[in-house]
């Protein structure tokens, strides 16, 4: 176990649906990440927080909202989502702050499928 | 532009034997890098990282070694296991601008009996 937990491990949703993912760490972080990974492509970086303020949105559509209420919890709220949508969403945290802190432990991701 | 990359997309080795994976990084700004385990139904996990400063670095049956010169860096397993069956990631950073890891597209690693 790397300290940190997603739920719900896997989900089903239609694209009129809200649904949220949840992460939290228990690793005593200051930055928690959301990424996407898809089949055959690099993971990619959706949202970052810092300290519970969002440092980076990497260009992720307004579908997509996450929310960070402190430094140990992370939500990603879906609403209106498309098919190609499904991927595996993991969440990251990081010591943050200086440099010299920047390994990022992983969650085991959510399996979101969109029909 | 930045990118990482890894030259094979999948990897065979017998148990027993020594593994090596190899990645190339593109971005010279690049100060820190990690390799990470991915297996089946799990999140990355963190193996083994490695400074700009260093060009090799020896955990418990994995070094990864560093040469900036080439951009390039390997990961090897020693007297590879079943257990180490796996997708591995190699990621980069430049810590002077942000905690910000760039991931290569990984490579998968079968272990044959």
């Known amino acids: 176990e790397t300290g940190v937990t997603q739920t719900p491990r896997h989900l089903v949703m239609g694209m009129t649906n809200k649904k949220s993912l949840k992460c939290e760490q228990h690793l005593g972080h200051n930055a928690m990440y959301w990424y996407k990974q898809s089949a055959k492509k690099p993971l990619e970086l959706m949202f970052v927080y810092n300290f519970k303020e969002q440092t980076e949105n990497n260009s992720v559509p307004s579908r997509f909202s996450p929310e960070c209420p402190n430094s140990s919890h992370l939500f990603l709220h879906l609403h209106t989502l498309q098919p190609e949508d499904s991927a595996l969403y993991l969440c990251a945290s990081s010591q943050g702050g200086a440099p010299g802190h920047e390994t990022q432990y992983f969650g085991p991701g959510t399996r979101l499928l969109v029909l | ?113």
């Open chain 2, 1 to 113: 532009g930045e990118s990482v990359g890894l030259h094979l997309p999948t990897l065979s080795v017998q148990e027993g034997d020594n593994s090596i994976i190899n990645c190339a990084y593109s971005n010279s700004a690049s100060d820190y890098f990690i390799w990470y385990k991915q297996e089946s139904g799990k999140g990355p996990q963190f193996i083994i990282d490695i400074r700009s400063n260093m060009d090799k670095r020896q955990g418990q049956r994995v070094t990864v070694l560093l040469n900036k010169t080439v951009k390039h860096l390997s990961l090897q397993i020693a007297a590879t296991q079943p257990g180490d069956s796996a997708v591995y990631f190699c990621a980069e950073i430049n810590t002077g601008t942000a905690s910000k890891l760039t991931f290569g597209t990984g490579t998968r690693l079968q272990v044959t009996l």
